[in-house]
């Protein structure tokens, strides 16, 4: 199914609003898989990531249709493409991972419709794929959203919520996720470092991940002086200073371990205080 033929039937589906066949919908999902990464904004926001969360939260994927679809999200031509010379290829990877943060939201909602393998599977993409994105792009003229480091906060915060991640992937994602936290190729300016706070965050809610254990790792985003080597040691520092701040305000919001809000305050005022060179 071309992408106008796939347009004119998602508009059609959501006009009607009514049930879907299996046939139907299996084929619908086939053609928006092959067209997660349109260019068409509406095809690609509006149409194709709507039906997919839609349809998940409905109960409409059997547990097997939700771990294949997921699988699929994460294989080479989805959120591993990294095709040489191709930028758009963004479009794909970054839609992919709002489909693979939907399917992990729904399987905590029904306790563990997916296998412990797939879900640990799920995480050892997720890191390498943290680890090999460097398109930071948030809005695109004429084609839209990319905001793939949104995205991947958003897959992030829905993977540290699973039960079956071990202790030691959860210090790999955060490893991987302050890569992406102290950028030096951009500063962030489409809320990142809000989406990326409220992601991480989530490992507090976990019995295996303490307070030290995350003080710790704040200390390793934190830092007191700016390095010298410009401008990319400048734009990595004001990344990191805007993802302290974007944490503390969440935190100190909720009115949740208070000893970890006065912990990044002084982190904040250390950052605050910081020179070049």
């Known amino acids: 199914m071309d992408a106008e033929a796939l347009k004119h039937e998602l508009l059609q589906t959501a006009a009607e609003d009514s049930e879907v066949s299996d046939e139907r919908r299996a084929s619908l999902t086939e053609a928006m898989l092959e067209h997660i990464g349109s260019l068409d904004p509406q095809l690609r926001d509006e149409l194709i990531y709507e039906t997919f969360s839609q349809w998940i939260h409905q109960g409409r994927y059997s547990p097997m249709q939700l771990q294949d679809l997921l699988l699929v999200c994460l294989d080479q031509r989805h959120?591993?493409?990294f095709p040489e010379g191709n930028p758009d290829a963004v479009f794909t990877r970054a839609f992919s991972q709002l489909v693979i943060a939907e399917i992990l939201h729904w399987h905590q909602q029904q306790q563990q419709i997916l296998t412990?393998?797939?879900?640990?599977?799920?995480?050892?993409?997720?890191?390498?794929?943290?680890?090999t994105e460097a398109d930071?792009?948030?809005?695109?003229?004429d084609k839209g959203w990319a905001h793939a480091i949104a995205h991947l906060a958003d897959s992030v915060k829905q993977l540290l919520g699973c039960p079956e991640l071990r202790r030691a992937m959860v210090s790999d994602v955060l490893e991987a996720?302050?890569?992406?936290?102290?950028?030096r190729a951009l500063v962030y300016g489409f809320g990142e470092d809000e989406r990326l706070a409220s992601a991480v965050v989530l490992v507090l809610e976990r019995d295996d991940f303490s307070e030290a254990d995350f003080a710790r790792w704040l200390d390793t985003v934190s830092f007191?002086?700016?390095?010298?080597e410009l401008p990319g040691d400048y734009l990595a520092a004001m990344n990191r200073k805007h993802f302290l701040r974007s944490l503390f305000f969440q935190m100190r919001t909720r009115g949740v371990h208070p000893d970890l809000v006065?912990?990044?305050d002084a982190l904040l005022r250390k950052v605050q205080q910081s020179r070049l060179g």
């Open 79 to 81: 959120l591993m493409w």
């Open 262 to 264: 006065t912990h990044v």
């Open 177 to 183: 996720a302050r890569d992406q936290i102290g950028t």
């Open 116 to 131: 412990p393998e797939v879900v640990i599977q799920t995480a050892e993409v997720l890191i390498e794929y943290m680890h």
């Open 136 to 141: 930071r792009r948030g809005y695109v003229p």
């Open 224 to 228: 007191e002086r700016i390095g010298s």
